[in-house]
């Protein structure tokens, strides 16, 4: 099951800007979970993970006429994608194979003066 951010809205025609989580972790979580990886595996895993997104994409996008961006790949702090697409067809992305999580494409700042 796909989590889905409650600040995601999923019925709006206008363009957002999400953050997707594939389920295969980056490469160097991966070989600390399981030691008989090794990193050239969980490598080609991860890079696999975004091949077949893609190919997700072609089939639940683009067929389907939903124009989308993707505005930054990651590898290494998490595995995903950055996407710029229409909140209605977010729905669309819910059958991946791929997808862990969606969340708000957002910036965060750490307080000056955190409260510890």
Known sequence: MIYID???DLHTEEFVQIIIEFS???AHVA???NSFLSLEQATEQVEQSHRHFQKELEILL???????TIMQQYKNSLNGVALQLQ???IQRL???Q???AIFPNREMRIPENPIM
Do not use: F, M, N, Q
């Open 6 to 8: 409650p600040d995601v």
């Open 24 to 26: 295969t972790s980056p």
């Open 31 to 33: 070989i600390l979970s």
């Open 62 to 68: 683009e067929e389907k006429h939903y124009p989308y």
């Open 87 to 89: 909140g209605i067809a």
């Open 94 to 96: 819910l059958s991946s």
């Open 98 to 100: 791929v997808i862990r």
